[in-house]
């Protein structure tokens, strides 16, 4: 059984993948993602899971696109209907995160979290306030929607990239996070991309509050990579049960991404924590199996595949 939780891994069948695969078209690597020319949900699992990943998280988002600093972003369209309907059919390795636009131009937010929640059965929902409408994730506009969230007892994916999150760099810093999370204690928060490059705050943040976990993606590679090995493998302030593995797939491919990440120097015992005992956690599906077992499970072995 593979064991790895992977907290960004979008889905790329169907129509669901339109927006990557249009993105990746235009950089020229759409034919590095095998399951994207195909498009078919079999081709998804079997590239996944040829990468060690055992449940990919597929928050891909539904929301006004952004022109960001030089960077130009079109809308995000995914369907949470089609989302839902893959992890009815694959619950142990698919969980659906609902895109809320929280702009409320293509649905009513409101609305749409309760339609998620009560009628597909989603608990992860996933937001981008910097792309639209355009505010920084502690606006108090926003509240209403973490409160709701809050109540249903869910967890909320908060695009948090410096680089590409928001109208300006300052949009990612940690301070908005803790803000939401000090006023929402009981919203679990998860902070894709894990804040860069505000790296050693962003740790902080998550040290200090129990209820924020980063996945930093491929930015564990950019500046503050030292930072953030020497946090989780020194374990400070119980670091080690806060970071989350996540790979942005399919804008990087899976499996030189997977064999890299442990390839890393990590000591060995904080490896069932960061590749999936943490994102039980974050995403509370404790209660249910194989998550109950993992819970359990205190080995994570490197095959000879990745030795």
Not at 42 to 51: K, L, N, R, V
Request: glycine share 8%; net charge negative; charged share 20%.
């Amino acid at each position: 059984m593979h064991k790895i939780i992977d907290v960004r891994c979008r889905f790329t069948g169907g129509s669901s993948a339109e927006y990557y695969r249009n993105q990746l078209a235009k950089s020229g690597r759409l034919q590095m993602i095998e399951s994207l020319n195909e498009g078919t949900e079999e081709a998804f699992f079997q590239e996944i899971s040829s990468a060690g990943i055992g449940t990919a998280v597929s928050a891909s988002g539904f929301n006004p696109g952004a022109r960001l600093g030089k960077y130009t972003f079109p809308d995000r369209t995914t369907s949470n209907e089609e989302l839902a309907d893959v992890a009815k059919r694959n619950p142990a390795q698919f969980i659906a995160c609902a895109g809320l636009d929280v702009s409320n131009t293509f649905h009513n937010c409101m609305d749409e979290i309760e339609r998620c929640y009560f009628e597909l059965g989603i608990h992860v929902f996933g937001i981008e306030p910097g792309r639209a409408p355009g505010c920084n994730p502690a606006d108090k506009s926003l509240f209403d929607i973490y409160r709701k969230l809050e109540s249903l007892d869910c967890t909320v994916i908060i695009q948090t990239s410096g680089l590409k999150g928001g109208p300006f760099l300052h949009y990612a810093h940690p301070d908005h996070i803790e803000v939401v999370a000090h006023h929402f204690p009981n919203l679990r928060i998860i902070c894709a991309h894990g804040c860069y490059p505000y790296v050693r705050e962003a740790i902080v943040i998550a040290m200090r509050r129990e209820n924020i976990w980063l996945s930093p993606e491929g930015y564990l590679w950019h500046l503050g990579h030292e930072d953030w090995m020497r946090a989780i493998n020194k374990n400070f302030e119980q670091f080690s049960h806060k970071f989350l593995f996540g790979s942005a797939y399919p804008l990087t491919p899976i499996k030189p991404f997977v064999e890299n990440f442990l390839k890393l120097e990590w000591d060995k015992s904080v490896l069932p924590r960061i590749l999936y005992q943490n994102a039980i956690q974050a995403l509370n599906i404790g209660q249910k199996e194989p998550f109950a077992t993992l819970m359990k499970d205190k080995t994570f072995e490197l095959t000879p595949f990745y030795n």
